[in-house]
C-alpha cells in the first residue's frame, strides 16, 4: 500500500507541477485560466473571487459557474491536476485575454512552461536529496568515508547475475563459495571482484541486503565469459552517503539535472534513430506498470532514492512532452511556429484532426509498452510488492 501511495504522489506531483507552469506564467500574460484544479473532475468543491466584494467564495462541485475570475478546485481523481485556459481550443480568438488570440511569442511561452517546470521540480527535487545525504560513488582506495556500500549498477541480462535474481541497486553483504567453504565479507569492489575470479564455474552465495531484506542468491559463475563483463556479470560501485551545504547542494542539483537532460535526450534519440533504422531498441524502456514496480523497488531503499527517482521521472516527462509531436506540448509549438511562418493560423479542424489522430497513436503505443513490461518483468510478483 506504502507503493501505490507513493507512485499516486509521484505521478501527482509531476503532473501538477507541469500544469502549474502553463497557469501561471498564462496569468502573467493576461490569459485567462477558467479553472485550476488539484487532480482531476469530477470537482468535489471550489474557490472563486467575488468580482463584488474581491473575497473568496465557496462553489459547490456540481454548480456551474460563469465568471471573469478563475475558479480553484478540488476534484475526486487524485493524480496531479489540470488547468483550463480559454480559447485554448483555438475559439475566442478575437477576445484579448484568450489563448488563441495572444501572439505567436506570447502562445510559445504558456506552452513551453511546462516542461520548464518539470526540469526546475528535477533540480529542486535532486538538491533536497543532496541536502539529505545521497549516494556518490567512491573509489576502493578511499578509506575514511564512513558508512559504505557495495552496489550493483548494472546487471547483463543473461548472466548468473540476473539468473540469481540480483538487481540493480542491491547492496552486496557477503559471498560464499559453496564448494571451498569460504566465507567473505564484502567491504570493497575489488574484494567481490577477486571472489568471483577464484570461483569461476563455481557454485556460489551472494548475499544482498535489497531495503530492510537480506537474502540469500544462490548460482553457478561463469567460467567463459566476454572480456568486458566477468564471471558474475554485474557491474559494481562503492557508495558512501554524502550530504551537503544547501549552496552546495543547489550548484550540484542543477549540475546533475543539465546532465540527466543530456543523458536522457541522447538515449530517447537512440531509440527514435534504432527504431528508424529497423534495429533492436538498445535501451531498455518501462511502462506505466514498469514504472510501478520500479516505485516499489525505489521506495524500499529510502526517501533520497525515491527523490531521485521522481526527478528522473520528471525530466523524462518535460522532455517527452516537449517532442514536436501532435497533441504534446511540442506539436502545438509546431503547429504555432508553422502559422508564424505561415502568416495565417492553420485551420481547426486540420489541427484538431493531426492532435487526436496523434492522441489515439499515444495511447496505443502505451498499451503496447504496457504488455510489453508484463511480459518482460516480474510483474506479477511486483504487484503483489505494492501491497
Do not use: C
Amino acid at each position: 500500500m506504502l507503493t501505490v501511495i507513493v507512485f499516486i504522489i509521484i505521478l501527482g506531483l509531476l503532473i501538477f507541477v507541469h500544469e502549474l507552469g502553463h497557469f501561471l506564467v498564462a496569468r502573467r500574460n493576461g490569459i485567462k485560466a477558467e479553472e485550476f484544479g488539484f487532480g482531476f473532475p469530477p470537482r468535489i468543491f471550489g474557490f472563486i473571487k467575488d468580482e463584488e466584494s474581491g473575497k473568496y467564495k465557496f462553489v459547490p462541485g456540481n454548480k456551474k459557474v460563469e465568471s471573469k475570475n478563475t475558479i480553484y478546485s478540488i476534484n475526486w481523481v487524485p493524480l496531479g491536476g489540470f488547468v483550463k485556459i480559454k480559447g485554448e481550443d483555438g475559439m475566442d480568438g478575437e477576445s484579448p485575454d484568450s489563448f488563441a488570440g495572444r501572439p505567436a511569442w506570447t502562445r510559445i511561452k504558456v506552452l513551453v512552461a511546462g516542461v520548464i517546470m518539470n526540469f526546475i521540480l528535477a533540480w529542486v527535487l535532486i538538491s533536497i536529496a543532496l541536502m539529505i545525504g545521497a549516494p556518490e560513488a567512491i573509489d576502493d582506495s578511499i578509506k575514511d568515508a564512513g558508512d559504505t556500500k557495495v552496489q550493483v549498477s548494472q546487471v547483463i541480462p543473461g548472466s548468473p547475475a540476473d539468473e540469481m535474481g540480483i538487481k540493480m541497486g542491491d547492496e552486496v553483504v557477503r559471498a560464499t563459495n559453496i564448494n571451498q567453504g569460504s566465507v567473505n565479507d564484502i567491504k570493497l569492489v575489488s574484494e567481490l571482484q577477486e571472489f568471483t575470479s577464484d570461483s569461476k564455474g563455481e557454485e556460489v552465495v551472494i548475499e544482498i541486503k535489497r531495503g530492510r531484506e537480506i537474502l540469500a542468491l544462490s548460482g553457478v559463475l561463469r567460467a567463459e565469459f566476454p572480456e568486458d563483463q566477468g564471471p558474475l556479470g554485474a557491474a559494481l560501485v562503492r557508495t558512501a552517503m554524502v550530504s551537503h551545504s544547501w549552496y552546495e547542494a543547489i550548484w550540484s542539483g542543477l549540475v546533475s539535472t543539465y546532465e540527466l537532460i543530456i543523458v536522457i535526450i541522447l538515449a530517447l534519440y537512440n531509440i527514435i534513430k534504432d527504431l528508424i533504422l529497423g534495429m533492436p531498441v538498445a535501451v531498455d524502456i518501462a511502462g506505466p506498470v514498469g514504472i510501478a514496480v520500479l516505485t516499489h523497488q525505489v521506495t524500499t531503499l529510502g526517501l533520497v532514492y525515491i527523490l531521485q527517482f521522481a526527478a528522473i521521472l520528471s525530466i523524462n516527462l518535460g522532455i517527452i512532452n516537449g517532442l514536436p509531436i501532435p497533441a504534446l506540448d511540442g506539436g502545438r509549438i509546431l503547429f504555432v511556429l508553422i502559422e508564424k511562418i505561415k502568416g495565417s493560423p492553420i485551420s481547426q479542424k486540420i489541427e484538431h484532426m493531426f492532435h487526436t489522430a496523434s492522441f489515439v497513436f499515444l495511447i496505443a503505443i502505451m498499451i503496447l509498452v504496457t504488455v510489453r513490461d508484463f511480459m518482460k518483468l516480474d510483474v506479477i510478483g511486483g504487484i503483489k510488492g505494492l501491497f
